[in-house]
């Protein structure tokens, strides 16, 4: 196979200063994707150097669903600013070039790690979005956050490379032809305004058929998003109770809750004795790192008031355990300040009905601020220590 040649690649659009442009866009995706990502990964460490806040209670809703939001916009970005890029990487350098030649050597590795991390980063994080899970051999989460700062790294490396060519391109006007290859002579399909104004309309339409994920009021014109406010009273279901391997023992009537403190079984408490203690109501949302989220009103007994009535003292994070037998979320944990906090319930209820199986029946952990994936449904036990 013939390795092309700069100069085959002769449209007038393939310019740094159409590249620039887009790059700068494509950078705030990445630089958020990145930071929204961190919180993320943050709020599902079990016991963080740092404790991530309770509040607000539509904290993490709002960073997960920019975290969606910013990476779909990436793709479009990512597609036009390769492909204007692409002749630069047949470019012949000298071997006695010196430090143009490790300039040029540091760049292309630069852009192979990039581009490599980068496809891997939104393809995968697209299928998770999707709820398509096709891998086996790797954690999603563990692999998704290794390659972030992989692909922050590389893009900060390519950034400081090519400052001075992005500072001329920025600062001249978009027609400049000053630092075009030579060959880039022939006038393209479109004008670079028009191209790039076509890039920002495929990244303004990306942004608006996930969003409704996350933004109720653009459900109707967000064709790409999922869960979007389908289900018992008005919260999607990601996990059936069939898919749990629950539905007899959540059903069971014999079911009880094992409050443990010190590893001594302190009650068991069945559903009409939850019943029977002080009922409250917030309105929560459930937000999951795909990315869509939903608000429900949720009532049921305090968590801290369960803990407190089996001797429990105040502070201590909660194992909880679920009746689902398998799973890398049936067991997760509760930190003290969220267990604390009066908005976090053991719920029984939701939009004024009894949960649903597929909801958690009997009962479910509901807390501000905490990812779906923690907000664990059927649950069998909480733990703490003395």
Same mark, same amino acid.
């Given at each position: 196979?013939?390795? !092309?040649?700069?100069?085959?690649?002769?449209?007038?659009?393939?310019?740094?200063?159409?590249?620039?442009?887009?790059?700068?866009?494509?950078?705030?995706?990445?630089?958020?994707?990145?930071?929204?990502?961190?919180?993320?990964?943050?709020?599902?460490?079990?016991? $963080?150097?740092?404790?991530?806040?309770?509040?607000?209670?539509?904290?993490?809703?709002?960073?997960?669903?920019?975290?969606?939001?910013?990476?779909?916009?990436?793709?479009?970005?990512?597609?036009?600013?390769?492909?204007?890029?692409?002749?630069?990487?047949?470019?012949?350098?000298?071997?006695?070039?010196?430090?143009?030649?490790?300039?040029?050597?540091?760049?292309?590795?630069?852009?192979?790690?990039?581009?490599?991390?980068?496809?891997?980063?939104?393809?995968?994080?697209?299928?998770?979005?999707?709820?398509?899970?096709?891998?086996?051999?790797?954690?999603?989460?563990?692999?998704?956050?290794?390659?972030?700062?992989?692909?922050?790294?590389?893009?900060?490396?390519?950034?400081?490379?090519?400052?001075?060519?992005?500072?001329?391109?920025?600062?001249?006007?978009?027609?400049?032809?000053?630092?075009?290859?030579?060959?880039?002579?022939? $006038?393209?399909?479109?004008?670079?305004?028009?191209?790039?104004?076509?890039?920002?309309?495929?990244?303004?339409?990306?942004?608006?058929?996930?969003?409704?994920?996350?933004?109720?009021?653009?459900?109707?014109?967000?064709?790409?998003?999922?869960?979007?406010?389908?289900?018992?009273?008005?919260?999607?279901?990601?996990?059936?109770?069939?898919?749990?391997?629950?539905?007899?023992?959540?059903?069971? !009537?014999?079911?009880?809750?094992?409050?443990?403190?010190?590893?001594?079984?302190?009650?068991?408490?069945?559903?009409?004795?939850?019943?029977?203690?002080?009922?409250?109501?917030?309105?929560? $949302?459930?937000?999951?790192?795909?990315?869509?989220?939903?608000?429900?009103?949720?009532?049921?007994?305090?968590?801290?008031?369960?803990?407190?009535?089996?001797?429990?003292?105040?502070?201590?994070?909660?194992?909880?355990?679920?009746?689902?037998?398998?799973?890398?979320?049936?067991?997760?944990?509760? $930190?003290?300040?969220?267990?604390?906090?009066?908005?976090?319930?053991?719920?029984?209820?939701?939009?004024?009905?009894?949960?649903?199986?597929?909801?958690?029946?009997?009962?479910?952990?509901?807390?501000?601020?905490?990812?779906?994936?923690?907000?664990?449904?059927?649950?069998?036990?909480?733990?703490?220590?003395?």
């Amino acid at each position: 196979m013939r390795v !092309p040649h700069p100069d085959h690649f002769t449209s007038r659009l393939r310019s740094p200063a159409v590249a620039a442009r887009v790059g700068v866009w494509l950078g705030i995706s990445f630089g958020t994707c990145f930071l929204t990502g961190l919180v993320s990964h943050w709020a599902q460490l079990p016991s $963080p150097a740092i404790g991530f806040p309770t509040s607000p209670a539509w904290g993490y809703r709002f960073t997960q669903g920019l975290h969606v939001v910013t990476g779909c916009a990436a793709v479009p970005l990512l597609l036009v600013k390769l492909w204007t890029v692409y002749p630069r990487l047949f470019e012949r350098v000298d071997p006695r070039a010196g430090r143009r030649l490790v300039a040029v050597g540091l760049e292309r590795v630069s852009i192979a790690v990039l581009v490599a991390a980068s496809v891997f980063q939104l393809a995968t994080g697209l299928a998770n979005a999707a709820q398509w899970y096709p891998w086996r051999e790797f954690s999603f989460r563990t692999t998704h956050y290794a390659l972030a700062w992989v692909a922050i790294g590389a893009l900060l490396v390519h950034v400081a490379v090519k400052l001075e060519v992005i500072r001329a391109a920025l600062g001249a006007d978009v027609d400049d032809t000053t630092d075009d290859r030579e060959s880039a002579v022939e $006038p393209g399909p479109v004008s670079r305004r028009a191209l790039l104004r076509t890039t920002w309309a495929a990244a303004g339409v990306a942004v608006l058929a996930t969003a409704g994920g996350t933004v109720p009021w653009l459900r109707r014109v967000s064709v790409l998003a999922v869960r979007t406010g389908e289900g018992p009273g008005g919260v999607p279901i990601n996990k059936s109770a069939a898919a749990a391997g629950v539905t007899a023992t959540a059903a069971d !009537p014999g079911w009880a809750l094992e409050v443990v403190v010190g590893g001594d079984v302190r009650s068991r408490l069945g559903l009409t004795d939850l019943r029977a203690l002080p009922q409250h109501t917030v309105d929560l $949302p459930i937000a999951c790192v795909e990315g869509w989220s939903a608000q429900g009103r949720w009532s049921g007994v305090r968590i801290s008031d369960v803990l407190t009535a089996a001797g429990a003292t105040g502070g201590r994070d909660v194992l909880v355990t679920s009746l689902q037998q398998s799973g890398a979320f049936r067991r997760t944990v509760l $930190p003290g300040a969220f267990a604390d906090d009066d908005r976090t319930l053991l719920a029984l209820d939701l939009a004024g009905e009894p949960l649903s199986l597929d909801h958690g029946h009997p009962c479910r952990l509901v807390a501000p601020n905490r990812p779906g994936v923690l907000q664990t449904k059927w649950l069998a036990s909480l733990e703490v220590d003395a």
